[in-house]
């Protein structure tokens, strides 16, 4: 198929197509692992077939780009070594010492760890503020220093939604840019850059790798000029996504859209069970009409997802118990697999935010909610939680 039939199709069509043309010697319809770091030119200074180095371009990497600019209908995509790694990237092409950016007060771990232990002492600072509420975000915007409006949706553990159209406006009133970390919704579920956001995160590492054998991490714009700048820095700060890992993290990608369905369905099932189970406190997922964002959350989302929060009326050390119980769900890190996971988010993924304004209720559990046989997933529960 060719990239602009691919480019103009459904969904599917562009996981699967976009990025790559069956190779014309061999008719590989898979990208080749280009396990090569450098290619012989033609001459000096001429380029034999546009590649010279793979810190600067690798075939097997531009392929994934292609495909992951495609499902977000963005003009670039950028494939990096991690998540972490393509908001650094991000963070050193469109900030400098002196700036200012609004983060999520529920921010990820790792990327409030970044922005307050790199970013801060680099000469950037940064606001919390909670994402579903626009007011807040508004006031927490300085004008003529924010440069970013960073939010997640939903966010990392507690699933809060944010408005993105309405977050790009009170972004761009203030001269600043629209981040989106679209990490746990994969863009199956939701495309931010056509609700007005100016670049999409994404830890490919979660449902776009899908199988949680690679880590990876993503940028996708449609500006060419913040594509350029994005460009300029993932050559010049080296953090690239290998060939393998961008082979492993493209192959993921062309399944996405039955994985998160089926996700989504599991999710659905072991919400009602969770919601009816007497040792449950609060059920969190934007399914649920009582969750705050329920509204929010069904204008930008096909579905709601696969991530699961919850509350257990006995405590902390109940939480801890109900954890090192389950057998089918594995007890980890991570999420957007096809395994089901669960973990304690205080003591794990947001450990490094305890004591700061974004620690998490100690009897939250975290579930990831894989593609297992529902009825096991919801057996396996039970009897952990006793
Ligand atoms: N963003 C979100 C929402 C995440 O959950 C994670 C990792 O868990 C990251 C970013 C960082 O990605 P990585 O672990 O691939 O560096």
């Known amino acids: 198929m060719t990239q602009e039939h691919a480019n103009k199709g459904g969904f599917e069509t562009r996981a699967i197509h976009a990025g790559y043309e069956p190779d014309p010697t061999t008719g590989a319809v898979n990208p080749p692992i280009y396990a090569s770091s450098t290619y012989k030119q033609d001459g000096v200074g001429g380029l034999r077939g546009g590649y010279e180095y793979s810190r600067s371009a690798n075939p097997t990497r531009t392929a994934l780009e292609g495909a992951l600019a495609a499902v977000e209908s963005g003009e670039r995509g950028f494939a990096f070594a991690s998540g972490l790694a393509a908001e650094d990237t991000l963070l050193r092409s ?65 699933l809060n939604i944010g408005d993105i159209e309405a977050l790009a406006t009170i972004a761009h009133d203030a001269g600043a840019l629209l981040v989106v970390d679209n990490t746990f919704a994969s863009p199956y579920l939701q495309q931010p850059l056509t609700l007005g956001a100016d670049v999409v995160v994404h830890s490919t590492t ?11 991490g993503a940028l996708v714009v449609r500006d060419l000029e913040l594509a350029d700048r ?52 609060d059920v969190i997922y934007p399914g649920l009409e009582t969750h705050p964002g329920h509204h929010v959350a069904g204008k930008q989302m096909k579905r709601f997802g696969g991530m699961i929060s919850f509350r257990v009326r006995a405590g902390e050390q109940k939480a801890l118990d109900v954890c090192a119980a389950t057998e089918v769900f594995t007890l980890g890190e991570s999420l957007g697999g096809v395994e089901s996971l669960i973990e304690h988010p205080g003591r794990m ?20 909610v894989g593609i297992e046989t529902v009825e096991d997933l919801i057996d396996d529960l039970d009897r952990a939680l006793g």
């Open 94 to 158: 469109l900030t400098r010492p002196g700036d200012h950016l609004v983060i999520p007060d529920d921010a990820y771990g790792g990327t409030f760890r970044l922005v307050d232990k790199v970013a801060k002492p680099w000469g950037v600072e940064h606001t919390p503020a909670p994402i579903s509420d626009l007011d807040k975000v508004a006031a927490a915007i300085e004008p003529g220093r924010t440069r970013l409006v960073w939010v997640e949706t939903p966010t990392n553990p507690l």
């Open 206 to 216: 979660k449902y776009v790798g899908g199988h949680s054998d690679v880590v990876g």
């Open 349 to 368: 993924t947001h450990a490094s935010v305890a004591g700061t304004e974004l620690e998490v209720p100690g009897d939250l559990i975290r579930l990831s």
């Open 230 to 281: 994005i460009g300029f820095h993932q050559n010049a700060m080296g953090a690239v996504a290998g060939p393998f890992d961008a082979y492993l993290t493209h192959r993921g990608l062309k399944t996405l859209a039955v994985r998160m369905d089926r996700h989504c369905d599991n999710a659905e099932r072991i919400v009602d069970f969770l919601c009816a189970h007497p040792a449950v406190g």
